[in-house]
């Protein structure tokens, strides 16, 4: 269990949204860069589902993209299985390429609407070469009944089918080059409630089934829950606390954590305190100094406007939060 | 449920009958007619060696005394009966407006599917890769936008003229008059097809497609293409109609095809010089049928423009 399959190490990716050049020039202004994602670190086993949470434009999707080869990193090195990831050399990615895949947010973009269902999920077949003839056409029918279609679909245009469907049909994409790790980003969040605990379960029991290796992308907390065994918590473009899924729960060790899962409706109605997320994520082209969560943090304290925390570990991964080193103190319990 | 089994699927002539187009066009008096039209002067153009009574560029079939016949009347000297009367050469108008709009139709189709493949290929690379390559192409297509279209393929002309060595003018013009419209309008297919390739290529389908690494020509092609290609059509179907009216002024200014092979401009200009002495039928049936075919294919790409549009329905 303990065998790190995908190993990000201090990965950066800097977007450039300077003004044309003119305009630069004539309003004196120098180039401008946001920072998505700041040397961001950490290991997924082999088997497990590590989550990465956090609100919109935290970089969750970022680091999903630079991992698959979308976007190229700015900084920092991604080892699958011991390899560097160089996306740049094209025979060296083609064995690297077929071992992992990635489940989109949108059901309704992700499937190209003049395809037929069988050629989409044939598509990565093809691309690798991995069957011929009519072993491809038998392969989709097998990989349709694996997630709960049936054969016949294959005819068929996206268009006849359901969000759910669709997704299913996109997870049955993915797995055709019968990777070990597959990316998903929000694979749930532009689905219906109902169907979103469906596809969930199916790709859980897919995960048994095959042994796969989960990124999930999320802002669902009781996504999350339901499916990952380790969390990482984003905020500003930096990994705040990495933890089992458990105690993440139980013992959130950042003050930031500490306030998502209070935002999490429950319906037990524990009546306990809640404190709401409050404020908005800063502007992430001029983050605040220091901790980058210091103006929204309700124990912020000197060093942390100063400076910035470096990751601790803890029982059960690790967080960055003065509040945890021997400058900082106990937190206080919020809970009344 | 049911109707989504193999078995019970309809066959595609039904689909193709049952489809929002086909409907859209069943309930649009104007784009039948208009269809049946263009159909109409098309199928004639196609066939005209069987159907036209006369061959109009067989010198040997043509009598000089058949000259200027008016339409429906009797020759004073030969007796013949020509249905839209004779040209100066004694050549049956009918004929030659249905061998004419044959080079009109052939040099439209053809400057069309030239700046067709032009400008979607420019606009696909150039929406896809963007950066100076995108800049470049853009600001050529800028310029190149500047220039009234008809004078561009003047310019055009006038220099491939300068670069084929005379024995083959002849036989090169109607294929230089080609590229010249082609090139002329190349522009807004171009400007079309990366407007659509931009949007489409951050979509996730295009994403996942280069997850698994596929070659960016097989991405542009097989994906991207089928889905910008809706407004390419109907930016074709205009421009097939005003490709046919650039060869038809290109022609009446007199740089066109040669008169040995006469497209329905060059019977217009014959035709404007007999005006005003009162032959006016070697005028007027070539311009109407120009006319009747212009407005036509432009009412056709009206339509279909109206019926691909979904915020119009």
Redesign the interface.
């Known amino acids: 269990m303990s065998d790190v399959l995908l190993s990000v190490q201090g990965l950066t990716r800097r977007f450039d949204v300077s003004k044309p050049w003119l305009n630069r020039v004539i309003e004196r202004e120098d180039r401008q860069y946001l920072t998505a994602t700041a040397d961001v670190s950490f290991d997924i086993r082999k088997g497990e589902t590590f989550a990465l949470v956090g609100e919109s434009g935290s970089g969750k999707s970022t680091i999903a993209?630079m991992i698959?080869?979308?976007l190229e990193p700015s900084a920092g090195e991604i080892r699958f299985d011991g390899k560097v990831m160089d996306f740049a050399s094209?025979a060296a990615?083609?064995a690297l390429?077929?071992r992992?895949?990635?489940i989109?947010?949108?059901p309704f973009?992700?499937?190209?609407?003049?395809w037929r269902v069988g050629d989409i999920i044939a598509?990565?077949i093809h691309?690798?070469g991995l069957l011929k003839g009519a072993e491809v056409t038998r392969e989709v029918g097998r990989l349709l009944d694996l997630v709960g279609l049936s054969a016949?679909d294959a005819?068929?245009f996206p268009h006849?089918f359901s969000g759910g469907q669709r997704q299913r049909i996109?997870i049955a994409?993915a797995l055709s080059?019968r990777p070990e790790f597959i990316v998903c980003d929000e694979p749930t969040s532009a689905l219906d409630v109902s169907v979103q605990a469906q596809i969930l379960n199916l790709m859980r029991d897919l995960q048994d089934e095959f042994g796969l290796t989960y990124l999930l992308i999320s802002h669902d907390l009781s996504v999350v829950r339901h499916m990952s065994t380790r969390i990482g918590v984003l905020y500003l473009g930096r990994l705040v606390e990495i933890s089992d899924a458990k105690r993440l729960f139980i013992d959130p060790q950042h003050p930031y954590t500490r306030l998502l899962l209070d935002a999490v409706p429950d319906l037990a109605l524990s009546g306990r305190r809640r404190t709401p997320v409050t404020g908005e994520i800063p502007n992430p082209i001029a983050p605040p100094p220091g901790c980058a969560f210091h103006p929204r943090c309700p124990h912020v304290m000197d060093i942390c406007r100063k400076q910035r925390p470096d990751a601790i570990p803890t029982a059960s991964g690790q967080a960055a939060c003065h509040l945890l080193t021997p400058e900082g103190q106990k937190p206080r319990e919020t809970t009344a | 449920m049911a109707d989504f089994t193999p078995g019970n699927r309809p066959n595609a002539l039904a689909r193709a009958w049952d489809s929002d187009i086909a409907w859209s066009f069943r309930h649009s008096p104007l784009a039948v007619i208009a269809a049946f039209v263009s159909i109409l002067i098309i199928l004639a153009a196609v066939f005209a060696p069987w159907i036209a009574p006369h061959d109009p560029f067989n010198p040997a079939s043509l009598d000089l005394m058949d000259g200027f016949t008016p339409p429906m009347e009797p020759n004073a000297f030969t007796g013949n009966v020509y249905w839209l009367g004779t040209d100066n050469q004694g050549r049956d108008v009918f004929s030659t407006i249905l061998y004419g709009a044959r080079i009109s139709l052939f040099v439209g189709f053809m400057a069309v599917l030239f700046a067709m493949v032009l400008g979607i290929t420019l606009g696909l690379i150039a929406g896809y890769r963007g950066g100076w390559l995108d800049s470049l192409l853009m600001r050529v297509a800028d310029v190149q936008l500047t220039f009234p279209s008809i004078l561009l393929a003047l310019l055009i002309f006038g220099v491939a003229r300068g670069f084929i060595p005379p024995a083959y003018r002849e036989a090169m013009a109607i294929w230089v008059l080609i590229v010249a419209i082609g090139l002329s309008d190349w522009v807004q297919y171009a400007r079309v097809v990366r407007g659509a390739t931009m949007v489409e290529k951050n979509k996730e389908y295009v994403q996942a497609a280069r997850v698994i690494g596929a070659h960016p020509a097989k991405i542009l092609i097989r994906h991207i293409l089928p889905n910008v290609m809706g407004p390419v059509l109907v930016i074709a179907t205009i421009g097939l109609a005003l490709a046919i009216i650039a060869e038809a002024t290109l022609s009446f200014l007199g740089v066109g095809v040669p008169s040995t092979q006469p497209s329905l401009g060059t019977l217009i200009r014959i035709g404007q010089g007999f005006l005003f002495s009162g032959e006016w039928w070697i005028l007027l049936f070539p311009s109407i049928t120009l006319l009747a075919l212009a407005l036509s294919v432009n009412l056709l790409g009206d339509w279909l423009r109206d019926a691909l549009n979904p915020r119009l329905r």
Not at chain 1, 109 to 114: I, Q, Y
């Open positions: 993209k698959v080869g979308l094209g990615m083609r390429r077929r992992f895949q990635m989109f947010q949108d973009a992700s499937l190209n609407p003049r598509e990565p691309t690798f016949a005819e068929k006849e996109a994409r080059s």
